[in-house]
């Protein structure tokens, strides 16, 4: 299962979120972790197709999931925490305008 953590801008984002863009989002995220424990796990390679996950243009090391049809969230992998296991960075979250 994956470490994470949250930067304070993300934390703010996620407050101004719509009660239906917080539970969309929260969907996607179990979606997104599931991936990431079946990859640490050997099972898969890739994220699911639905997450849209990839790198965002002209910023190296930053990535953003989709999560709805304008929800964005951009993250950054750190050092693993545990030996093995993924570490998240949530940078931010919200519509396409959080993207650089």
Known sequence: MPTY??????????????????????????????????????EKDTFRPGLRVKGVHGRRNLFEMS???????TFMWGNPVYEGKRHVIWIRCGDHNILP
């Open 67 to 73: 999560w709805a049809h304008d929800g964005r969230a």
């Open 5 to 42: 953590q949250q930067t304070e801008t993300f934390i703010r984002d996620f407050r101004r979120l719509s009660r239906e863009e917080r539970e969309a989002f929260l969907k996607a995220l179990a979606r997104f972790v599931f991936d990431i424990a079946s990859m640490e796990a050997g």
